[in-house]
């Protein structure tokens, strides 16, 4: 199946996706701090230039979209044009993704990741749930990693 759009019109789209402040990651932000807890914002000073650092709880959060992140959930589709470019771009994404959480650990800090699919479609799960989660993790002290993804299919 071809692109319906022309290379110059599909380059100004993939442009304009963002990195940062996106829609589920100020969900996840404005309830956070609604709670009381107080957060850095993409650190560079850590792996991974986590979306949220909370120091005081030796804690990094990833808010991570299902395509770019490859999930296997309802949102990831695998492109129909250009596979191998995707294939690869995608399976890069994976596995730095891997790879920063393995070198936080390692500095002795606890990672949570929160998958868009968690926030968004039919398997999404309720704010206050996701953020009743988190914060009970952040407060256990608990070590092992956090990820937070959509409610299975029936």
Not at 12 to 33: C, G, Q, V, Y
Not at 109 to 115: D, F, V
Request: with cysteine; net charge positive; aromatic share 8%.
């Amino acid at each position: 199946m071809t692109d319906v759009h022309s290379p110059a019109v599909r380059s100004k789209n993939m442009r304009a996706i963002r990195s940062t402040n996106t829609k589920p990651e100020l969900k996840i932000r404005s309830a956070l701090h609604g709670r009381g807890f107080r957060y850095r914002l993409n650190y560079s000073g850590l792996p991974g230039k986590p979306d949220l650092v909370l120091k005081k709880y030796r804690a990094a959060i990833f808010v991570h979209g299902c395509f770019w992140h490859q999930h296997s959930c309802e949102l990831f589709k695998w492109p129909a044009s250009n596979r191998e470019f995707w294939k690869a771009k995608l399976t890069q994404n994976h596995i730095r993704d891997l790879s920063n959480e393995a070198k936080l650990a390692g500095l002795g800090w606890r990672t949570a990741t929160i998958r868009e699919c968690s926030l968004k479609g039919s398997n999404r799960k309720s704010l206050d749930e996701i953020v009743e989660t988190i914060a009970n993790w952040l407060i256990s002290m608990n070590c092992h990693p956090l990820e937070i993804q959509g409610n299975k299919s029936k």
